[in-house]
């Protein structure tokens, strides 16, 4: 459903990505990993059309959605009016659609008891839920998540695999995840790929038996 050819991306003289291909099937969950710096965000907000590609081409099938690293959510809105406020600028008669539909999703990831809640009062693991329910609003094929365990403590880490494989399978959507979380990524993902200094240097499928998992690390 996504094929990236060829693109390229620079920062002034800071070469990014180069020359990177990738094809992302249909209802995947698609792994990037690497270290710091390697250009995973990058990545992410070319295919999110967030960044201009230099070269090559992003081909995608069907809409996208970003799920921001420090989630963004309004601060002065309650976690419904985060949900529909972009929404109902779109479909400005559809509002009690909007509000049925973002009750629905955040009722399917059991966070429905916070409708009326503002951000400031939510933990980590719930602020992201609240960012998920959001960026499932658009109803998107693909869903770009960026760096999802960072700032959660270890308990709540282990919820999000379970949360986004539900995630996955409920809402039929493809997701892309990039993370530094190698234990993480390995848990959740149907392929790897690792990034360093804006090179693909390794493809793996981590749930084959005999994954070539510590050639992972060995670039760290
Ligand atoms: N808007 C920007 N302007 C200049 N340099 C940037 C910008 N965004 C990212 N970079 C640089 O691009 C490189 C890759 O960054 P990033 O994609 O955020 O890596 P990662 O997500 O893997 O940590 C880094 O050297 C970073 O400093
Ligand atoms: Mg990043």
Known sequence: ?????????????????????????????????????????????????????????????????????????????????????????????????????AENILKTLGIASKIDAYPGTLSGGQKQRVALARSLMSNPDLLLCDEPTSGLDVSTRSDVVSLLKSVNERFRVTIIIASHDLDFLTNISDRIVLLKNGVIVVDINPQAEGAPIDLLKAYY
Do not use: W
């Open 1 to 101: 459903m996504l094929k990236i050819r060829n693109v390229s991306k620079a920062f002034g003289d800071t070469r990014v990505l180069a020359d990177i291909n990738l094809e992302v099937k249909k209802s995947n969950i698609f792994g990037i990993a690497g270290p710091s710096g390697s250009g995973k965000s990058t990545l992410l907000r070319c295919i999110q059309k967030l960044e201009r590609i230099d070269g090559g081409a992003i081909e995608c099938e069907g809409k996208t959605a970003f799920m921001f690293q420090d989630f963004q959510l309004f601060p002065h809105m309650t976690v419904l009016r985060n949900l529909i406020y972009a929404p109902s600028l779109r479909n400005k008669s559809g509002a009690s659609d909007c509000k049925k539909q």
